[in-house]
């Protein structure tokens, strides 16, 4: 069977913004692995591809092992489509078996089954045409599967899905270096140190309420507390920080101060003090010392989030804290208010107070002012630095991706830009 | 109406609190007026919004001095059609 994972309408990927502008919704993490790592451990395929936004598919295809947008991954064996929103845990279709898509109550295709001769019926130039052809052949039926609606649903949910991944991989034990006096709370069955991690002395591994999973090369330096469920990627460091229930750290990270129940992509910098709450970071963020997120409201009411600029959503939870988008920096003694939404590629800069809730794609934040900055052309430049300090290549399939991110989000960005420049008027 | 160059003194005055009268043709943002890179951000969006115009962030952050500033706010007004 070739597993296809296929992607949600516009519409609904725009719900997992700022983070899916510069990636398919099954390469969000949650727990241990990406939603499309979690789908191909459940369902074991022969091979696996994808279909993704056009304008980010060269750039996927310059990283994954997989074939992007490619039709004719759409013929030649029994397929099994799946939407990245799907939960893994909640996806009982047989791998293989009799064609039949299964589509929400809105019409989207959650997943589609072909056997090799009917997907050779279907053959098109693309994905829309390919469904639109089997719809004909094969039986449609409303389905009702868990899904994922918002990037806060992956964050509040980030600490079960460890727990559930610790065990389904069955490791425990240290295979790593653990240097002494160091402490392990809690049951030693519930930690794992891979080979090559580095446990300085004076770390506290607290896995009394839920299993803590440390990667190759990690190391975590001098008075840490690490409690789980915890995950810490490859080659991620963790410099004296106060590691809460609840975290999912991507590869090669750096993260001090204070962070609980958030989830950082690979790449991303927190190194120093300041605390980080119910966030999603994404890639090749870096947050200046002592920046902080607010995750928690003052009455105890349920958080909202501006999606993009004028789309209030409420995330029905009490706790959620801010939404980075890719390549985004702050300075230091930045104050994130509850909910924030702090867009890919920006640039921000402390006012001594929490800023607003919605910053865009792009934005050059100075003194509270959203601007154009020096352009996106130097925020390249300096994504090009940060990429190659950790060996890897800003391409230009790349930036030609960022181009098409730019004008995507060049409405809420203009807009903020004039408020900004009538608040400077008014000084 | 005032001049391109006096305008453009009174944009930069204004973003860096100084006294217009004081602020000559040859100065340079950077080293005679102080200007730090945060307010040239700031330079760059006050002369947009005086002028009516766009400027390219690449070629307007080459700018230097009040001198150049005049000349190359002006040229763009002419390819932009903005009234100076």
Known sequence: MRLILIEPSAAKRADFEPLSLSRPIWQLRCGMTSLGEKLIAKLRPAETACFV???????????????????????????????????????????????????????????????KAEADKCKADTLEAFLAVAKKIVPVKTVNLPVWNYTWDLVLQCGEEITREFKARGRSGVEGTLEQPSAIRGDPKNVYIAPGAKIHPMVVIDAEHGPVYLDEKVTVHPFTRIEGPCFIGAGSILLGAKCRE??????????????????????????????????????????????????????????????????????????????????????????????????????????????????????????????????????????????????????PAEEAMWEAIFQLTAEPRDAAIQKGRKAMLRK | MATVEERVKMVTARVLDLDPAGI?????????????????????????????????????????????????????????????
């Open chain 1, 53 to 115: 936004e056009p304008y980010m598919a060269a750039f996927l295809a310059e990283s994954l092992t997989m074939k992007v947008n490619d039709p004719a991954t759409l013929a030649g064996a029994d397929l099994l489509l799946v939407n990245g929103r799907v939960k893994v845990t909640g996806f009982d279709v047989a791998p293989t078996g009799a064609g039949e898509i299964g589509v929400g109550d809105d019409g989207e295709v959650m997943y589609a089954r072909l056997s």
């Open chain 2, 24 to 84: 000559k043709a040859s100065d340079e943002f950077g080293a005679d007026l102080g200007a730090e890179s945060v307010q040239s951000i700031e330079l760059v969006a006050m002369f947009e919004e005086e002028f009516g115009i766009e400027m390219d962030e690449d070629e307007a952050l080459s700018v230097t001095s009040i001198g150049s500033a005049v000349e190359y706010i002006t040229k763009v007004c002419k390819e932009q059609g903005a009234a100076i």
């Open chain 1, 246 to 395: 609840g975290n999912s750290i991507g590869p090669m990270c750096r993260i001090g101060g204070e962070v609980e129940e958030s989830i950082v992509h690979g790449h991303s910098n927190k190194y120093h003090d300041g605390f980080l709450g119910h966030a999603y970071v994404g890639e090749w963020v870096n947050l200046g010392a002592l920046t902080t997120n607010s995750d928690l409201k003052n009455d105890y009411s349920s958080v909202s989030v501006i999606m993009d600029g004028k789309r209030t959503v409420d995330t029905g939870s009490t706790k959620v804290g801010s939404l980075i988008g890719d390549h985004t920096k702050t300075s230091v003694g930045v104050l994130l208010n509850t909910g924030s939404y702090v867009g890919a590629m920006a640039l921000i800069m402390a006012t001594g107070q929490p800023l607003q809730k919605f910053l865009p794609s792009f934005a050059w934040l100075i003194d509270g002012h959203v601007t154009k900055g020096f352009g996106r052309k130097q925020l390249y430049a300096t994504a090009a630095i940060a990429k190659s300090r950790r060996g890897a290549k800003w391409t």
